[in-house]
């Protein structure tokens, strides 16, 4: 089976301009996570969806940043502007409906904002 | 905020040794979990324990969980160059339980 899916793996952007981060879930899976991943922060619960309903966004740093979920299938993080400090590992991660909370994490889009 | 705090931050030792990690969490959970990391790579499961279980092994991997004192360890026996990586514990994020937080981790090699 396909884990979750993320692209792109790796992007160099200038500060100021839109970045779209993009995930396609483990097929089944009711929940979606998007974290972000820094040295200095550790790992960032920024939003989650349910049957692709946002349930958390608490974690969203600022308006710069969206996310959606348009179908069960696909999801997108989007930073505009982009600044130098959202230069971090972006994981998308999925899990499905039940008791057990064990998610499975994609591998990461790697965003440096220059 | 995170829930979860692990320690010592980084351990080096030699392949054969064992390594123990450290998590400390704050409220109260359901079940604890533990990830890893390779090196840019997404982190991966390894184990959950619940609140209601001491002890769990899972080849050579020991939990321990410490409800009392809110802390938990993980423990890798003989310890191979492979299992150089970062380890994190998780715990859930408020009564729903349905997302996970987790600590900064701890980042561990293991040289031959």
């Known amino acids: 089976d396909a884990g979750v899916i993320q692209s792109p793996r790796h992007e160099v952007t200038e500060m100021g301009q839109e970045v779209t981060l993009r995930c396609k879930p483990i097929?089944?899976?009711?929940?979606l996570f998007w974290y972000r991943q820094t040295m200095m922060r550790g790992l960032e619960l920024l939003i989650y969806?349910?049957?692709?309903?946002?349930?958390?966004d608490s974690g969203m740093p600022e308006d710069r940043f969206s996310a959606k979920m348009p179908n069960a299938s696909f999801s997108t993080l989007k930073i505009q502007p982009s600044e130098p400090r959202d230069s971090a590992v972006y994981f998308c991660?999925?899990?499905?409906?039940?008791?057990?909370?064990?998610?499975?994490f994609g591998e990461g889009s790697w965003l440096t904002v220059v | 905020s995170q829930q979860g705090e692990e320690d010592p931050q980084a351990l080096s030792i030699q392949e054969g040794e064992n390594a123990t990690m450290n998590c400390s969490y704050k409220?109260?959970?359901?079940?604890l979990q533990w990830y890893r990391q390779n090196s840019g790579r997404g982190l991966v499961h390894l184990i959950l324990?619940?609140?209601?279980?001491r002890e769990k092994h899972s080849g050579r991997l020991r939990v321990t969980l410490d409800t009392s004192k809110k802390s938990s360890s993980l423990l890798i026996t003989a310890s191979r160059a492979a299992d150089t990586a970062s380890y994190f514990c998780?715990?859930?994020?408020?009564?729903?339980?349905?997302?996970?937080?987790f600590g900064k981790g701890t980042t561990l090699s293991v040289s031959s």
């Open positions: 991660a999925s899990r499905p409906q039940g008791t057990r909370n064990t998610i499975y």
């Open positions: 097929s089944g899976h009711d929940y």
């Open positions: 969806f349910n049957n692709n309903v946002p349930i958390d």
């Open positions: 409220t109260s959970i359901n079940n």
């Open positions: 324990i619940r609140s209601n279980e």
């Open positions: 998780a715990t859930a994020l408020g009564q729903a339980g349905t997302a996970l937080i």
